[in-house]
């Protein structure tokens, strides 16, 4: 940006009069905000466990199965006792927090890349038009708190470092967000590496040795650390149980997925080259072009051992690297179409218009016509028969097991061991996402599913032996059973297994 024709006050200012548009167009594309959705089912009990260790009796090696790889959980539930915090309230603040790192971030960046502000309003924009990265299991906004979306945004932050040449704190970005979200922080760090090796000769020989030491410190998690074991191939019936996580092997993608994530290198090469040929790629830029396209080549390395279904190979979803190959495309998108080699005077302005009007269409659209029904922002559970369900089940004791229709998180739009922090005999989509980490975890979950069977033809009888057999007192369901009834909302009720 032209820094000679506004102040960098100026610029701090515009930042900040787009910081809350910025909030809410993205939560308005991500279809609202809402507490407890999707894959909060994770985070939230493993934060609800380390409050109250005594939570979850039967579930808690199912939470630790991914929880103990992160100090997420830790942290939260650290600031949720430091300042009295509902979990609620905490992580409705860590979802702004999120999106403000991230426009923050995407700001930083765009002030080394572009030329006028008005381009990085419309690289702000941009980012808020929420989409999927094809066949990988990621978007690139959620509608509601997660730590990998804080991660990105601290990658994106060392992306702006490096481009400044600060490189420790580019490191400490990084460093951070390894404690967070470990998977997005790797291809970000490996982003860094490469891209320091680039920009500054003089850290190779570091760059070398910390490769040294990582490489000991992985073959040590590997063997005897909290990684040990996950460098052995998955078996048949491991496999089976993720069955519907096609996302997880690229080498089975159609051509069509292949082509939508590959467009994004070919983007960025194309307009790599051409910014060079117009002699506007710094030292800087150049590192960041090559450290973001190395991440295709430990893609390319890591897909002999994914097809092999090495668990670690499968674990680190390797796909994921082209969401950090759409964010590089986005911004260079960007810069193409509202500056170009030679931007006139209103070009930048006309594309921040255009794109931004773009999302306010696309945001109404999904708020106001996809899903009416939805507030903007759901802050707590929803207040429906679910809600009233969940609220009950909260009053019963803490050790309480609990039987329900194992797609009932998508059906009611969160889980009960999240809404009622109460154990649950099984939740289908989300616990066989978790037994991808552990196949113990993947085998309890194939089990328990073939054990309900169909769950609207469940019988009294074998309502209690499950619960005889697994330690359940409650069941919820829709359907009228002949067992002690023990709370109703609607057409929701809880019935009494022992």
């Known amino acids: 940006m032209d820094a000679g024709r506004t102040s960098s006050r100026a610029a701090h200012a515009l930042l900040l009069l787009c910081l809350a548009p910025f909030v809410v167009l993205c939560t308005m594309n991500a279809a609202t905000y809402r507490y407890g959705a999707s894959d909060q089912a994770f985070y939230v009990p493993a934060v609800l466990l380390k409050l109250h260790p005594d939570a979850f009796p039967r579930d808690a090696a199912l939470i630790h199965a991914q929880a103990h790889l992160t100090v997420v959980d830790e942290v939260i539930a650290a600031l949720s006792s430091a300042t009295g915090a509902t979990l609620p309230g905490l992580f409705a603040v860590l979802y702004v927090a999120s999106l403000a790192l991230l426009a923050s971030a995407a700001w930083l960046v765009a002030s080394r890349l572009y030329r006028t502000r008005w381009a990085g309003v419309a690289l702000l924009a941009a ?5 999927s990265i094809s066949h990988t299991g990621t978007n690139t906004l959620e ?99 993720l069955d519907t996580k096609d996302y997880l092997f690229p080498l089975e993608w159609r051509a069509t997925t ?15 080259y051409w910014r060079r040929a117009a002699g506007l790629v710094s030292d800087g830029e150049a590192a960041l072009a090559l450290g973001g396209l190395s991440l295709v080549v430990a893609f390319a390395a890591l897909l002999p051992l994914n097809a092999s279904h090495v668990a670690l190979a499968v674990q680190l979803q390797p796909a994921r690297i082209f969401w950090m190959l759409d964010l590089l495309a986005t911004i260079y998108l960007v810069w193409a179409v509202a500056e170009g080699p030679s931007p006139g005077r209103q070009r930048p302005a006309y594309a921040a218009a255009v794109i931004v009007g773009l999302s306010l269409v696309r945001g109404g659209y999904v708020t106001f016509v996809e899903f009416p029904m ?59 996402a978790m037994g991808m980490y552990d196949r113990d975890v993947a085998m309890r979950t194939r089990d328990r599913i073939l054990a309900v069977g169909d769950f609207a033809a469940l019988t009294p009888q074998r309502a209690r032996e499950l619960g005889a057999t697994y330690g359940l007192d409650f069941l919820v369901s829709e359907q009228t059973v002949d067992l002690p009834l023990a709370f109703q909302s609607g057409p929701l009720r809880i019935y009494r297994l022992r």
């Open 127 to 131: 980012l808020t038009l929420r989409h």
């Open 143 to 241: 509608g509601y708190f997660h730590p990998r979306q804080l991660a990105f945004g601290l990658g994106v932050l060392m992306l702006a470092f490096m481009l400044r040449r600060r490189l420790v704190a580019a490191a400490i970005a990084i460093v951070a967000a390894a404690a967070i979200h470990p998977t997005t922080a790797m291809w970000f760090g490996l982003w860094l590496a490469v891209g320091v090796a680039v920009l500054d000769q003089r850290w190779r020989r570091w760059l070398l040795a910390a490769g040294v030491a990582a490489a000991v410190a992985a073959v040590w998690a590997l063997t005897n650390g909290p990684l040990a074991g996950r460098f052995g191939v998955m078996d048949q019936d491991w496999l089976a149980t």
């Open 258 to 272: 292949w082509l939508a994530n590959l467009g994004s290198i070919a983007a960025i090469v194309v307009i790599y």
């Open 374 to 432: 939805r507030p903007v922002a759901q802050l707590n559970l929803a207040d429906s028969d679910w809600g009233r369900a969940m609220a009950w089940a909260r009053s019963t004791d803490r050790r309480s097991g609990w039987l329900a229709d194992p797609y009932h998180a998508v059906r009611y739009g969160t889980s009960l061991r999240l809404s009622a922090e109460r154990d649950v005999f099984v939740e289908a989509v989300k616990d066989t």
